[in-house]
């Protein structure tokens, strides 16, 4: 008799996980991704700029008053000592 039961139970089981794969098989995945918050009923917004507006002629004004540098960048002069003077031409 206890050997029935168990196999009554075994059976059990396997008809309950063959139901829920069959279940979950029928979900859809966009309700599973939906997290409750119904976005297939809404439609899309799109942000609004509101940022002002560039005025180009400013701009390029404010560019020219920038003054020309008086010497050339070098990015890796910390990094190295500063080379010495170089000295004039001679005279003959």
Do not use: C
Not at 50 to 79: F, H
């Amino acid at each position: 008799m206890a050997a029935r039961l168990v196999f009554s139970s075994q059976r059990a089981v396997w008809i309950l996980a063959i139901e829920l794969a069959a279940l979950a098989s029928l979900m859809p995945p966009t309700l599973a991704q939906d997290f409750g918050e119904h976005t297939y009923n809404n439609k899309p917004t799109f942000p609004v700029d509101t940022r002002p507006k560039v005025d180009e002629r400013a701009y390029k004004a404010a560019l020219e008053k920038i003054p020309a540098p008086t010497q050339k960048y070098d990015p890796w002069g910390s990094a190295r000592p500063p080379e010495p003077a170089k000295a004039g031409k001679k005279s003959n």
